[in-house]
């Protein structure tokens, strides 16, 4: 039923809905009838045009995508069971030059087990996080210490450098390193997580000398704010292009300012067969 209602949800027509579905229109709309009495609450708002979710409608959207992604999750695991060569991993990433150390392990893993099949989302820890406690995530990748009594975790080999990316015929373009004076008063890009947790311990009491003009989740869009001169981006180190052609140039910040990344999963968790070599693998790398 749920299936139903996001196929709804998702092309706002119920005969473009049935059509996908590939089932008649009434059994479609006897369907969504019966959730919606089920749940006490109307869905969806009729119009000549089309319909529209509800209030109620855009809140059950959500939770019916992350019902339906587990459903699929745990029907592709016990299918794979047996399977010891293949399956899906899931995994969600935070940006950083480091996760080449896991895209070689998993390359060199699908030599061994080339059943392999992996899905990549990208975000902040926050975003990740949520993911990984609903269970529709194995492993994410966070650029800050993960909580030690709900998570186990592997610390990346390296870390990632902080610093300023900016245009390259600027005034901090020709400097070598990037210090607090540098940058007092002017407009700044930084991703929420970087401006609250890292730049502090960076600056400390100076802090409230830097101005934050925008936040980014990705630093390849704020990139294209620097080279439009609207600001300058505090980001780590190798994830911006600044080759010569690019314009752009990247100055670590001063004193230096760094940053772990852990490979990180929830405590006590049962992984399938496929996940938990793989974790075998990278653990065995990192250590190495």
């Not at 969504?32 to 749940?39: S, T």
């Not at 990632?160 to 700044?188: I, Q």
């Amino acid at each position: 039923m749920l299936r139903y209602f996001l196929a709804v949800a998702r092309e706002e027509n119920m005969t473009r809905a049935s059509q996908y579905l590939h089932v008649s229109q009434p059994t479609l709309s006897k369907q969504i009838q019966a959730l919606e009495e089920e749940l006490g609450k109307k869905l969806f708002v009729r119009h000549s045009f089309g319909i529209q979710l509800t209030e109620e409608g855009t809140l059950l959207r959500k939770r019916a995508e992350d019902l339906v992604s587990m459903a699929d999750r745990i029907t592709g695991e016990f299918a794979k069971m047996d399977d010891v060569t293949g399956g899906d991993v899931y995994l969600g990433l935070a940006e950083s030059y480091q996760i080449r150390c896991l895209a070689s392990q998993i390359k060199r893993f699908k030599q061994s087990y080339p059943g392999l099949r992996y899905h990549i989302t990208s975000g902040d820890t926050e975003q990740v996080t949520e993911k990984l406690d609903k269970g529709l995530l194995d492993f994410v990748a966070l650029a800050e210490e993960p909580d030690r009594e709900r998570y186990d975790c592997l610390c990346f080999p390296e870390k990632d450098v902080w610093g300023v990316v900016a245009p390259r015929d600027c005034p901090l373009g020709a400097k070598e390193r990037v210090t607090v004076d540098d940058l007092a008063g002017l407009p700044l890009f930084c991703s929420e997580q970087g401006w609250k947790k890292d730049i502090p311990l960076w600056c400390g009491e100076r802090m409230g000398q830097l101005r934050l003009e925008g936040s980014f989740r990705l630093s390849y869009n704020a990139s294209l704010f620097v080279r439009e001169g609207l600001g300058y981006l505090l980001t780590f180190d190798r994830l911006i292009d600044t080759s010569p052609a690019s314009g752009l140039v990247f100055r670590p910040l001063w004193p230096r300012a760094e940053a772990k990344i852990y490979l990180v999963w929830r405590r006590g968790q049962v992984f399938s067969p496929i996940a938990e070599r793989l974790l075998e693998r990278i653990r065995k790398a990192f250590e190495e």
